[in-house]
Each structure stands twice: as C-alpha cells, then as structure tokens.
C-alpha cells in the first residue's frame, strides 16, 4: 500500500533550536518525495523536493531509501517556520498525483 | 497572475442537498487536481483531469461525486446528494503538461464544505 507516515501531530521549539520534522514512507517502487508547507492563511505550497536536492529557507530533507524516510530538518528555527508542514509522495509518473500524510504543525517560540 | 481560484470559499447545505465547487486553474496549466481534507485526516487525492480528460479518478469515493472540465479550463466539483461525511476542505491544484520531471502543482484556497 502507498502511504505516508508523519509521527507528530504538533512539534514545539524554542527560536535557535534544531527542528526535524519526521516523515516515512510505504510504497514498492521509486517515489519522489515532497514536504509542502501552509503557512497561517496562506495556501499549501512546495517547499522542497528530494531530487533537487537543495536547501529552501534553511530547510533540507534527505530520502533514505533503507529506512524509507524524508525527514525534514533545519539547523536553527526561526519564529516565521511556524507553519502546518506536510510530507508528499507522488507514486506514478504519468499521474503526478500525491499521496499526503497527515501533516504535523510546527510551533517556534520566541 | 491570481493563481489557482476556488468558489466558493465556504459552503454550507445540509444532508441531501446539491452542491457544487468550481475551480479554475492557473491560465495554461493543463494538469488540474481536485484534492480534499476531512478533519483530522491527510488529504486525500481524488481526481486528475489532463484538459477535459479524466486521467485519473481513482480517489473519486462514490459514484455521489461527479468532476467535468468541460473545454479543458474550469472544473467543478459536484456532491449529490451530500452527506454528512463529505465535510470537509477541497482543494483543486493545477501544473503544466507533465514531461519528464515532475510539474509542481499550485494548490488553490480551498472550500471548506460542512453538511449539516
């Protein structure tokens, strides 16, 4: 089955801490994988996506395909990261379509 | 550019009733994605239309949900009749034609439906 695994609902830091945001996957064959992001009244947009492998507002994910895992790190938050975050997996070339997990919304404190 | 435009923005009808959500895509994207969220769960993909072609309506839940893009431009959304579990946020996204890497979707606001 194709599915996406996001472990927490919520993630609360304080500014300046580390930030990772879990993400796992369930799917036979090659995926891309994506981590979209909806900030407070704005739409869900991309973030970034593992082929391009780059970094966007200090954020990286790295796909590890042994452990089936895209987790979401940056190295220093900052109060603007507060956001709902969601993990994406599109699983057919053809199709495009994505398979979200359940998102988890990131808190950082000042 | 507006981007992606979803109406309305809320709807609210009761069980039994008609309704029916319009998307219209970013000008020149071919690729249009209806997409919807029921509270406390993911989001979950329903449909893609390449212009007025389904190419996938695998997440379409019942034969209650009818999608049409008529001339390849907007798309509406039709629940009849509604229930109390097609509640929630559906968003429509749209790309360009797909070509060997993947075309980022741009994902509209949403309509939040709530049935009563």
């Known amino acids: 089955a194709q599915r996406v695994t996001q472990p927490e609902k919520l993630l609360s830091v304080f500014k300046g801490a580390p930030v990772e945001l879990k993400c796992n996957y369930s799917?036979?064959?090659?995926?891309?994988l994506f981590w979209y992001v909806q900030y407070s009244r704005q739409r869900l947009q991309l973030l970034l996506r593992?082929?391009s492998r780059e970094s966007i507002k200090g954020f990286t994910a790295d796909l590890n395909k042994g452990e089936t895992s895209f987790h979401l790190k940056k190295p220093f938050a900052q109060e603007e990261d507060s956001a709902m975050y969601y993990c994406?997996?599109?699983?057919?070339?053809?199709?495009?379509?994505?398979?979200f997990g359940t998102g988890t919304r990131l808190q950082v404190f000042p | 550019e507006a981007g992606v435009t979803q109406f309305p923005s809320h709807s609210v009808i009761e069980k039994g009733q008609t309704v029916t959500l319009r998307c219209d895509p970013i000008?020149?994207?071919?690729?249009l994605y209806w997409y919807r969220r029921v509270m406390g769960k993911e989001i979950k993909f329903l449909l893609h239309?390449?212009?007025?072609?389904?190419?996938?309506e695998s997440g379409m839940p019942n034969n209650r949900f009818l999608a049409e893009r008529t001339g390849g431009t907007y798309s509406t959304l039709k629940v009849q009749p509604a229930e109390l579990e097609d509640s929630g946020v559906y968003f429509c996204?749209?790309?360009?034609?797909?070509?060997?890497?993947?075309?980022?979707?741009?994902f509209g606001p949403g309509t939040r439906l709530t049935v009563l």
């Open positions: 239309f390449v212009k007025e072609s389904k190419q996938d």
């Open positions: 996204a749209s790309s360009q034609v797909a070509g060997h890497s993947y075309n980022e979707q741009f």
């Open positions: 593992h082929i």
């Open positions: 000008s020149g994207h071919d690729n």
């Open positions: 799917y036979s064959g090659s995926p891309e």
């Open positions: 994406a997996l599109s699983p057919v070339r053809n199709t495009d379509k994505l398979i």
